[in-house]
Nanobody, 121 residues
Framework: VQLQASGGGLVQAGGSLRLSCVASRRIYSSYLVGWFRQAPGKEREFVAAIRWGTQIRYYEDSVRGRFTISRDSAENTVYLQMNSLEPDDAAVYYC???????????????WGQGTLVTVSS
């Protein structure tokens, strides 16, 4: 499956952005679709994921309560609503998909191109 991410941009601290990730084909119910991010000089880190069929959600602790992941099965699209953005949230955000839950990059088989989020203080 190919993943196309969009929605990044420049926002002030405290602001909001919504990222979108469109899949090239129907997502199977057993799949997880989610997001990683990578800031300059840092390792790629897990942000959030959603199990397609059950809609069980997983979040990294630093974004829990501020970010919400959701999916639209009719559009094969996953969204990441990011509120109360902080300078530490600035990174390239990558859409991912796979069958096994994990917080490491190797857990996911499919990666989209990144979308850049910049947060000004």
């Amino acid at each position: 499956v190919q993943l196309q991410a969009s929605g990044g941009g420049l926002v002030q601290a405290g602001g909001s952005l919504r990222l979108s990730c469109v899949a090239s084909r129907r997502i199977y119910s057993s799949y997880l679709v989610g997001w990683f991010r990578q800031a300059p000089g840092k390792e790629r880190e897990f942000v959030a994921a959603i199990r397609w069929g059950t809609q069980i959600r997983y979040y990294e602790d630093s974004v829990r309560g501020r970010f919400t992941i959701s999916r639209d099965s009719a559009e094969n699209t996953v969204y990441l609503q990011m509120n109360s953005l902080e300078p530490d949230d600035a990174a390239v955000y990558y859409c991912v998909a796979g069958t096994l839950y994990g917080t490491t990059p190797k857990a996911y088989d499919y990666w989209g191109q990144g979308t850049l989020v910049t947060v000004s203080s």
